[in-house]
């Protein structure tokens, strides 16, 4: 029993550190964008990152051994996140609206099952997909019948941001089959070091040079904000969300952490940012923190 106990106690660790790195990542993005680029941002932040992982590297403490027989998982999920993702989801919300792309973003978890029994001979149960599907209505309806309510948009832009759900899907997907042979910060080294490289690289084609690192220095609240992103959402949290997906179904994981980033999200935002706020909120969160509720019952199942 005690084993047990220690399990969930760790997992919910595990949970709360994902979903307060992610909830809050918003309020800095928000910040750094008004003076960088988007690719500046990524470039920087995931170059802390890899700095940080190139510590323990360098020091023999993260072997990878690239003769293990789920290597190409390892690889596949950096591609997929920070890479893939990052760069489809920027595209997306520039070319539709904030609105619409939170609701593709909630459709992540039940991707991420679909995915998971076509490729990855994952089985579905019903307190699963009813969890779904109720985190789902709820971020539906507070999007939905918010007074900013937005559906416009572009194909192209609907397109990166379906093409984006599919990369985060698939990097979960990628970083728990991985997780049978490496832990996990090896996969998030992995993930840091393609993101570091794909976005510097991408960073100076659209004329970016030193700057990008030089820009936080100049005020010190720019670079606490980076140093979060870097740092915590980054590093941090994206160790426990890979280490969460060795003991977690990968849509399971998805729709508890995704659906309390979001819950803490919009509540920050209300409280940092004078987000408009209403009924529908109220009732949103509230039909999300039941999908949330009957996905740790179904955590806990697992868990037994």
């Not at 393609?194 to 976005?199: D, I, N, P």
Request: net charge neutral; aromatic share 12%; with cysteine.
């Amino acid at each position: 029993m005690s084993d047990r106990n220690n399990n969930i106690g760790y997992t919910v660790f595990l949970i709360a550190m994902v979903s307060i790195g992610w909830g809050f990542a918003f309020i800095s993005l928000a910040i750094l964008l008004k003076v960088m680029a988007p690719m500046q941002v990524l470039a920087a932040r995931w170059t802390i990152t890899a700095l940080i992982l190139l510590i323990p590297v360098l020091a023999g403490k993260v072997h990878i051994d690239l003769h293990k027989k789920n290597v190409v998982f390892l690889f596949l999920a950096g591609l997929f996140e920070p890479c893939a993702y990052s760069i489809l989801e920027a595209n997306g919300i520039k070319m539709t609206s904030a609105s619409i792309s939170a609701i593709f973003v909630a459709t992540i978890p039940s991707m991420t099952l679909v995915l998971g029994i076509l490729f990855f001979r994952h089985k579905a149960d019903l307190k699963l997909v009813i969890s779904l599907v109720l985190t789902f209505l709820g971020v539906a309806v507070a999007t939905v019948f918010s007074p900013v309510f937005s559906a416009s948009g572009t194909r192209a832009g609907m397109l990166c941001m379906f093409f984006g759900v599919i990369a985060a899907s698939m990097y979960s997907l990628s970083s728990r089959k991985a997780s049978s042979d490496f832990d996990a910060l090896s996969v998030t080294a992995i993930m840091a070091f393609e993101g570091a490289v794909l976005f510097n690289i991408i960073s100076l084609a659209q004329g970016h040079g030193i700057d990008t690192f030089l820009i936080p220095f100049t005020d010190g609240k720019l670079l606490l904000h980076l140093l979060f992103l870097g740092v915590f959402c980054a590093f941090a949290s994206y160790f426990c969300f890979n280490r969460l997906l060795q003991y977690v179904d990968a849509a399971l994981a998805n729709n508890i952490v995704g659906s309390l980033s979001t819950i803490i999200g919009v509540v920050a935002g209300i409280i940092v940012m004078s987000d408009v706020w209403g009924w529908y909120t109220v009732v949103g969160l509230g039909i999300t923190l039941a999908g949330v509720w009957l996905s740790t019952m179904r955590m806990k199942d697992d868990m037994i």
